[in-house]
């Protein structure tokens, strides 16, 4: 069984400043991660996702993430945050490449919160 | 150039009346998931289909169905919604399973019960 585990579920930060979104997960097979975004009543947008290879996946809107297979974690970074990136944050894991079949195991999600 | 599309996107059922969700997409993929997010929660996947092919979760109540006529089409089939069926409910697609493809989420509908 998968679980994801988000630590944070909410995150206030000043615009310009750095910002990091914690996510650790359990998986007994090998992994898949990615994060999506969910802007106020939208649906989930892909922001990277982690398959295989350089354990740094850089993403959309100037966000990255870094897989950590001893630490089991999948933190999300962004060295500027803007207005625009206040959000909910979620982290998700599968044992499928495109998450398919099985669907995507989800965290209960980080929201992000930007302060002018 | 919306490629998942969710209707209505905010629905308000009384509880126990049947409610049906609607969701479509032009992207031409083989699966189709339904996803619930209740509130302040991560969302949760319900079934999918792959092509025809029904796939129940384990733990998805019966009060719960779904149809897909063809492969633009998936509706999502409430029999008697409870109070505990508010949420937001979410479509997704993705080319094929176990491929590097993406799932591609609409916007989702909210369900409201009263």
């Known amino acids: 069984a998968q679980s994801v585990t988000q630590l944070d579920s909410q995150v206030p930060v000043f615009e310009e400043a750095p910002v990091e979104l914690r996510c650790n997960y359990s998986?007994?097979?090998?992994?898949?991660l990615f994060w999506y975004v969910q802007y106020p009543n939208q649906g989930l947008q892909l922001l990277l996702k982690?398959?295989?290879?350089?354990?740094l996946v850089k993403g959309i809107n100037g966000f990255e993430a870094e897989f950590n297979k001893s630490q089991t974690s999948f933190h999300l970074r962004k060295p500027s945050v803007h207005i625009s990136d206040t959000a909910e944050y979620f982290c998700a894991v599968s044992d499928r490449p495109g998450g398919g079949a099985d669907g995507l195991t989800f965290g209960k999600g980080t929201h992000l919160i930007i302060q002018p | 150039d919306a490629m998942v599309i969710q209707n209505p996107r905010y629905q308000v059922t009384q509880f126990g009346k049947p409610v049906t969700l609607s969701c479509s997409q032009t992207?031409?993929?083989?699966?189709m998931y339904w996803y619930q997010q209740k509130s302040s929660q991560a969302p949760k996947l319900l079934f999918h289909y792959y092509d025809k092919d029904f796939n129940n979760e384990a733990d998805t109540p019966d009060n719960f169905q779904s149809r897909r006529p063809n492969t633009s089409f998936c509706f999502l089939d409430i029999r008697s919604p409870g109070l505990g069926d508010a949420a937001m409910y979410l479509c997704?697609?993705?080319?094929?399973?176990?491929?590097?493809?993406?799932?591609?989420f609409g916007p989702g509908t909210r369900l409201t019960v009263l």
């Open positions: 998986s007994s097979v090998s992994v898949y």
């Open positions: 992207l031409n993929h083989n699966v």
């Open positions: 997704a697609t993705s080319r094929a399973s176990g491929t590097t493809d993406t799932q591609y």
């Open positions: 982690y398959l295989s290879g350089s354990t």
